[in-house]
C-alpha cells in the first residue's frame, strides 16, 4: 500500500514541474521572480480603441438605428457613431473589451451592411464628432483590409 501511495506521489510530482518549480512564501504566493523570457510575453492590449469603418449601404436614419441598435446588444461598446454623408460608422470599445475586425464585419453583415476598410484609432467619439465638423482627417494610417493573394511565379 506504501510503495503504491509513493508511487502515485512521484508521478503527481513529475507531471506537475510547474508548481513544483514555483516556490511558494509562507503567504502561499509565488517568490518566483520575473526573467527575460516573461518580458517578451506579449500582453493583451485593453485600451479601448474606436473603430473607423467605411461601410456600403448607409442612406437614412432607419440604417442608422439599426447598425447602433445591433451595436448595442454586443455589449463590447461604449459608443457608436455613424455619419450618413461619409458612410462610416464609429465604434468606441468598452475598457477591457475587444471586437475583432471579423466580429466587427459580421455585426455590420447581421444589420445588412458590408463593411469595406476597417482602422482603429485613439480617437474618442467626441474628437471624431470634432474631426467630422471641421472636414479635419480622422485616421493617419492606412486601413485595414483583408490580404488579397496573389498567383506567385516558380522560376525554374
Known sequence: MKKQALTSLLALALALPSIAATPKSATG?????????????????????TIIADVDGI?????VQGIQ????????????????????VFVKEKTGQSITDDEFRETIRQAGFKTQAITRSP???????TRLTNKEPLVTTAPRTKPVQTAQTVSR
Open 123 to 129: 480617437l474618442s467619439i467626441a474628437e471624431a464628432k
Open 69 to 88: 441598435k445591433i451595436f448595442q446588444k454586443k455589449g463590447k461598446t461604449e459608443e457608436v457613431l455613424i455619419s450618413l454623408e461619409l458612410k462610416k
Open 59 to 63: 442612406v437614412c436614419a432607419f440604417c
Open 29 to 49: 504566493t509565488s517568490t518566483r521572480k520575473a526573467t527575460a523570457a516573461d518580458a517578451k510575453k506579449p500582453t493583451p492590449d485593453t485600451t479601448p480603441h
